[in-house]
Nanobody
Framework: QVQLVESGGGLVQPGGSLRLSCAAS????????MRWYRQAPGKDRELVAF????????NYVDSVKGRFTISRDNAKNTVYLQMNSLKPEDTAVYYC????????????WGQGTQVTVSS
């Protein structure tokens, strides 16, 4: 059974930091690219960060470049999102996504974790 379980969300003041984790099970984690998405109330889901299966390539949406860092530990089947210098506009539900496309596309989602940036 495929599972992606996010943790680490919460309430933080502007300028603060949070580290999100996503623990994966039920599939070959090291063969999947991993992505973090977020969805704010009334807005579409947005791709925030991407990391390749081997971990050598990353990419970020412009609004988080220089503040967020995605990383993965294939030995622990876990992907992380380190979020620094948080802003109120970062408030959203953050979702972990596992993606692989080799003829057949596989796309798995976590349940999401709430991040609220407010004073």
């Amino acid at each position: 059974q495929v599972q992606l379980v996010e943790s680490g969300g919460g309430l933080v003041q502007p300028g603060g930091s949070l580290r999100l984790s996503c623990a994966a099970s039920g599939f070959t984690f090291s063969s999947y690219a991993m992505r973090w998405y977020r969805q704010a109330p009334g807005k579409d889901r947005e791709l925030v960060a991407f990391i390749a299966a081997a971990g050598g390539s990353t990419n970020y949406v412009d609004s988080v470049k220089g503040r967020f860092t995605i990383s993965r530990d294939n030995a622990k089947n876990t992907v992380y999102l380190q979020m620094n210098s948080l802003k109120p506009e970062d408030t959203a539900v953050y979702y972990c996504n596992a993606y692989r496309s080799r003829g057949i596309t596989y796309n798995y989602w976590g349940q999401g974790t709430q991040v609220t940036v407010s004073s």
